[in-house]
Every structure is written in structure tokens, then in C-alpha cells.
């Protein structure tokens, strides 16, 4: 008995945790306990067993606590929704799983349908702006989940007025493009295109392309937008001419002309013709030929005011067409020249410089008259600008030889004229201007400009 009680004292004790160095080690066993009649009674109770006993019975009471945790939440969960008409533990399908997942054959599936694939909006003119709206509808029986790609580039922009569509229900899917500024000499033009991709959960039609194209042409232009007269007599009349040309369309509509120096406008006469097709074949420009044009004939009168011609003739256009002009510059011929001490031959203009109020300034300049009808212009003044300046015309005085008759002009700035300023065009200004009369009958007007600053 003694040895039966030796061998099963000296197995191994299970243990949990502990690791191969305690639960091999055979000292660790507790001495086996007999009684008077050496009957055993098992191994003598330790504080490890103790241990061993305390952490089975927690782990079966932790499992047993989730295991009623976990069941009385599904109960709970299951008669709520008995309560509020619904089955919680019914299947979901495979469109409530994930909504772009194609449906089964059994189930309902959106259907997209796109009113139109392809847009080309025809001839576009470079500076303006290339957009089209594309409809969109759920004709199918489940809701449609849309998304828009394309390639993301400066001045495009695509969107979706609405990315899910019920059945039956419809969108717009926005495209635009905004031209650039160009300011080189050659235009961006010739053929545009750009796509986008429109996904779905329509099972056949989740990947559909969208295309927007065009053919951007220049605006309407003008062979030559300046005009030398040919000649600087006023008594010739002179024919002019030049070209419009459109590639945009063949139904160009010119309006009127304007003139922006109104009192010489008389002297001037515009007529517009069409060109023919052979003629606008003789215009091709970066590949492009004119699909409509005018000949633009140009007819200057005679009896121009001698000095510096310089009519812009502009021709509006409708937006988002650039107004186009015409200018017809010259120099006719004039019997009478400036000089004098306050003739300034680099601003061709009389000039006072910085004049003090309180001071106030007198200057003197002399118009000399030529030609035959120099002894008959019987020069006046008229009128000045600013009004405060006070203008004296002086006698008539022949040269020695008798070829010239002078008038010298005095011009007095009043002591505490208010202050003002004609700095003329080089200063990004403009000239105050002293307008007479002759009776010369080419020069019925004869203007002399005057720079100015008064000073308080």
C-alpha cells in the first residue's frame, strides 16, 4: 500500500500558466495522506491546488454570464421588432448588402437611360465657353447610385446635380469648359473633345462614356485694322478698303458703323459687301477658310481739315464677339504752321508747364498761314478749354517775302484760376484745346492744344 500511495504522490501535477520547469518537477508534489489503517485519502490540500480550483471555476462563471448576456439581447432585439412590424431576422438581399453589387435574376435592378452619348457643339468661337447639360434617368425598379469621372484639367468642371436616383426619377449631369486667355499671336484652334465616365449599379451599364466635342475657330477678324490714307492733299478724294471674315458662321450680320471722331465723320463713307465664295477661299487661316465675310470700302471725301487724321471706324458685335475696328490715319496737307516761344515741338502742343494760382502766367505762340488763300483768313477765336484762359488774336503781319501772313496768340492764365491739370496724352492725360475760325474753305476750324497744370 505504502508503494501504491509513493507512485501516485510522485505524478506530475497539472498546472495552468505555470510553466515545464514547475509541472515536471516532482518535488512539488505533496506528500500523500494515509490514516491509522494506511487507507489513502489523497494528496494534502496547497495554496497552489487552491489557485488551480479558484481559476476553473471563474472561467466557467465568466462563460456562463456572456452566454445569458448574449441570448437575452437577441430576445430583446427579436420581440422589438415583432412589436414594430418587421422581421429583424429576415435575409438581407444583395442590393441592402452593398448597393453597386450586381443584383441576382430574381432581383429588381435600376436601369440608366441617357438621353444622348455625345454632344458636338459645332463651330465654337475661341473665346467662348463650351457647355451642355446631360439628362439622366432611373427607369428601372431599384434605386440608381451614379458617379461622374473624367480627367481633372483647369477650366473643366463636370457635376451631378444628384448622385442616387429613385425609380423613375431623373438628373442632370453638368459639363463646362472655360477657354483661356490668349494672348500670343496664334489661337488654340481646331477640333475639342473631352470625355467622361459615368458609373452605375445598372448591371448592363456600369462603366458608360460621355463625350463633349467641338471645333474652336477664331472670331470674327479684319485683315487690316489700320489704313494709311494715300494721299495727304484734302482736295483728292481717296478709296480705301479692307476685309471682315467670320469662321464661327455663314449668317455674319454686320451692324452699323461708328465713328468716334464725330466731326470729321461726314468726310467718310462706309459700304459693306459680301464676299463671295471664291474670294473667301483666298482667306484660309491656321487651316481654316472664312465660311462668311464683307469687303469693307472706305471712301474719303474731299475737303478733310488739314493736319493729323485718325478716324476708328468700330463695328459692335453681339456677345461673346469682340467689338472689330478700322482706323484710317494720315497727315493732309495743311497751309498753316505752329511756332513761337511756347510752341512745343515734342508734345505739338502750347505749353504753360507748372503754373502757381496766386502767380498766374501769360505765354505767346504764332500761326503762320501759306498758300493761296493766305491773305483771306481772317482768324477769330473762338473758344477755350479751361474757360478761364483769356485769348488775344494779333494783326495780320506779312513776311518780308510775302509767301506767309502770321497772327501771334496771346494766352493769359488769371491770377487765382482754380487748378487744373492737361498733361496730354504722354501722361496718360489729355490737352486743354483753343478752337478759332478762318474763312479759309479747307480750314473752316483750325484747333491748337494747350498743356497745363495750376497749381493752388
Not at 11 to 40: D, E, H, Q, V
Not at 237 to 260: G, V
Not at 422 to 449: C, R, S, W, Y
Request: one cysteine or more.
Amino acid at each position: 500500500m505504502e508503494d501504491l500511495c509513493s507512485q501516485i504522490c510522485s505524478l506530475p501535477i497539472p498546472t495552468i500558466g505555470l510553466g515545464a520547469k514547475f509541472a515536471n518537477n516532482r518535488s512539488l508534489a505533496p506528500p500523500c495522506r494515509t490514516n491509522s489503517n494506511n487507507r489513502i485519502l489523497g494528496p494534502r490540500t496547497t495554496p497552489l491546488s487552491l489557485l488551480a480550483a479558484t481559476m476553473k471555476s471563474a472561467i466557467v462563471a465568466v462563460f456562463a454570464i456572456a452566454l445569458g448576456c448574449g441570448f437575452g439581447y437577441g430576445l430583446t432585439v427579436y420581440l422589438h421588432g415583432k412589436a414594430s412590424g418587421f422581421d429583424v431576422l429576415a435575409p438581407l438581399s444583395a442590393a441592402e448588402v452593398d448597393p453597386w453589387l450586381e443584383p441576382s435574376s430574381g432581383d429588381v435592378h435600376p436601369r440608366l437611360v441617357i438621353d444622348e452619348m455625345a454632344f458636338d457643339a459645332g463651330l465654337v468661337v475661341l473665346s467662348e465657353t463650351i457647355s451642355h447639360n446631360f439628362r439622366i434617368t432611373n427607369s428601372g425598379q431599384a434605386p440608381l447610385h451614379l458617379k461622374a469621372d473624367g480627367i481633372a484639367q483647369r477650366r473643366y468642371e463636370f457635376k451631378l446635380a444628384k448622385n442616387d436616383l429613385s425609380p423613375g426619377e431623373s438628373t442632370t449631369l453638368r459639363f463646362s469648359w472655360e477657354p483661356p486667355e490668349t494672348t500670343g499671336p496664334v489661337p488654340m484652334t481646331g477640333p475639342f473633345s473631352r470625355m467622361i465616365t459615368l458609373s452605375s449599379n445598372d448591371p448592363k451599364a456600369k462603366r458608360t462614356l460621355l463625350s463633349v466635342s467641338a471645333m474652336r475657330v477664331p472670331g470674327p477678324s479684319v485683315a487690316s485694322d489700320k489704313i494709311d490714307l494715300k494721299s495727304n492733299d484734302s482736295d483728292v478724294q481717296q478709296s480705301l478698303s479692307t476685309q471682315i471674315y467670320a469662321y464661327h458662321t455663314d449668317k455674319l450680320t454686320m451692324p452699323a458703323p461708328i465713328f468716334t471722331e464725330p466731326e470729321t465723320s461726314r468726310f467718310f463713307e462706309v459700304v459693306l459687301s459680301p464676299l463671295s465664295a471664291e474670294e473667301l477661299a483666298l482667306r484660309p487661316e491656321s487651316g481654316l477658310t472664312p465660311k462668311a465675310g464683307y469687303d469693307v470700302s472706305i471712301t474719303v471725301k474731299p475737303g478733310l481739315p488739314m493736319g493729323k487724321v485718325s478716324q476708328e471706324i468700330s463695328f459692335p458685335m453681339l456677345a461673346p464677339l469682340s467689338p472689330l475696328s478700322v482706323t484710317v490715319v494720315g497727315n493732309i496737307k495743311s497751309d498753316v504752321s505752329m511756332g513761337g516761344s511756347a510752341w512745343n515741338r515734342q508734345l505739338q502742343a502750347m505749353a504753360f508747364g507748372r503754373v502757381f494760382a496766386r502767380d498766374g502766367s501769360e505765354r505767346e505762340m504764332i500761326l503762320y498761314f501759306t498758300g493761296e488763300h493766305r491773305n483771306s483768313i481772317n482768324l477769330q477765336f473762338e473758344s477755350a478749354n479751361p474757360g478761364f484762359l483769356e485769348v488775344e488774336v494779333g494783326s495780320p503781319t506779312s513776311s518780308s517775302d510775302g509767301q506767309a501772313v502770321s497772327y501771334k496768340i496771346t494766352v493769359q492764365v488769371p491770377v487765382n484760376a482754380p487748378p487744373v491739370e492737361f498733361t496730354g496724352p504722354i501722361a496718360n492725360g489729355e490737352f486743354g484745346m483753343l478752337k478759332f475760325t478762318t474763312d479759309h474753305p479747307q480750314l473752316k476750324t483750325l484747333q491748337v492744344p494747350v498743356s497745363m497744370t495750376v497749381y493752388q
